[in-house]
Every structure is written in structure tokens, then in C-alpha cells.
């Protein structure tokens, strides 16, 4: 994967207003003449396109509130150009990306605070630094440990690299403010904004990101 050769250790963020929610740009420097560059979306009101490089398969996640303390996590996969094939499947259950291993009875996640999240010491020692199978665990634990089931923002530290939180955050606040007041979000009525695709690619450096941002977005007639 590029991202594994990439020389920049901690990128650039920037983020871009759109139709849809946002576009969150990862940047890092890769040669004099090129920047790697990891595009998110995040559609709102709650759901994201994680970057993935050309050939690889796409991931969408949701995050769905069911009330005021929970909420339903769904992630689906698939690639632009091929069905996926039995290793794709075999990758995804091997729980080490964007899935997290659930009770086919009640879909709660099989690595929870009550079993420390399947934390392997021996892992942790050789393999990762948490000791957890895969990023999607690990931000379970995180989320759901970090301040309890109602966080308190007022005690977060947030820098540079929360660019993309903190452009969420104001997003979400705008709309609500605007639905209090009568004003519906527009997104809903605008779903051709929606089709757009993440990316994770080599870019020229004279290519801004704002360019990049729009080549994302696929050519649609307005509805």
C-alpha cells in the first residue's frame, strides 16, 4: 500500500465544505513532485467513505442514534469494478479493519468491556501496541470508554490533526441550531451530491485540494 511507504508520519489535514458534509484531506509528502493524498467523506448526517487506493475495496460506515445514549453501527464493503471474491470476505472476517466481530443473535460486538475487548497481552507485545485484533475494536474501546455514554467535550484538548472533528462538530451544531428554528437541512433534498467516492492517491503538488476534492465527486445532473 502506499500509505505504508508514505515519508510523511503525520500529515496535513484540511477540510472542505460541500453539498454533501465534508471532505477531509490527509496529506503527506511523498517526492518533490508529489503529495500522497487520503480523501474522507463524511455525508451527512451520520455516515463516512473511508479512503481506499485504486484495485482496493471501498468501506462505508454508518452510525445510526437510537436514542440519546446509543446508537447502530453498520460498515459495508464492496469495489467499484469486480464482485468480491472469497479472500476479500476472508479479510473482513478476519476483524482486523473497519469490522468488529458481532453475536449473529443480538449484533452487540463479540469484543466488549466485559471480556477487555479479547485484549491479548501477547499481541500487544509483539504485534500492536493495544493488544486488540483490529482498528475497528479499538475505536469501540476508545469511544466507549473515554468519558462514558454522554462525553464531556469541555475537557477534550483538540489540535491539528482533529481538523476534521472539529469541522464535524460545527456542521452537526449548524444543523440542529437550524432545525430548532424551523430550517431544514438541505442535504436530505440533495441526493445527487451524494455520489461522490474516497480516495487515496499520488497527486501532483500544483493540485489543490480543493481540486481534488471535486475530481471525487462523480458527474451527476442535478435533481
Known amino acids: 500500500m502506499l500509505l505504508a511507504r508514505a515519508k510523511d508520519a503525520a500529515p496535513k489535514f484540511l477540510v472542505e465544505e460541500t453539498e454533501y458534509g465534508l471532505a477531509i484531506g490527509a496529506r503527506r509528502n511523498w517526492n518533490p513532485d508529489h503529495y500522497y493524498w487520503r480523501l474522507t467523506q463524511f455525508l451527512m448526517p451520520s455516515f463516512t467513505l473511508i479512503p481506499s487506493e485504486a484495485g482496493s475495496p471501498i468501506n462505508f460506515t454508518a452510525a445510526v442514534p437510537v436514542d440519546d445514549m ?24 478476519s476483524w482486523t479493519g473497519a469490522y468488529a466481530e458481532v453475536d449473529p443473535r443480538t449484533f452487540e460486538p463479540v469484543a466488549s468491556r466485559e471480556n477487555d475487548y479479547l485484549l491479548d497481552r501477547e499481541r500487544q507485545r509483539t504485534e500492536n501496541f493495544t493488544g486488540m485484533r483490529g482498528i475497528r475494536e479499538e475505536e469501540i474501546a476508545i469511544q466507549e470508554n473515554l468519558y462514558g455514554p454522554v462525553a464531556d467535550r469541555t475537557k477534550e484538548h483538540l489540535g491539528t490533526s482533529d481538523a476534521g472533528v472539529i469541522a464535524l462538530r460545527r456542521r452537526l451544531l449548524k444543523a440542529v441550531r437550524d432545525l430548532e428554528a424551523g430550517r431544514e437541512p438541505p442535504e436530505p433534498r440533495r441526493g445527487y451530491a ?13 493540485v489543490s485540494f480543493e481540486k481534488l476534492a471535486c475530481s471525487a465527486m462523480s458527474i451527476a445532473v442535478a435533481e
Open 70 to 93: 446509543n446508537m447502530v453501527g453498520f460498515t459495508a464493503t464492496w469495489l467499484p469494478d469486480r464482485p468480491m471474491t472469497a479472500e476479500d470476505i476472508r479479510t473482513i472476517e
Open 194 to 206: 451524494y455520489r461522490v467516492h474516497p480516495t487515496a492517491t499520488l497527486v501532483p503538488r500544483e
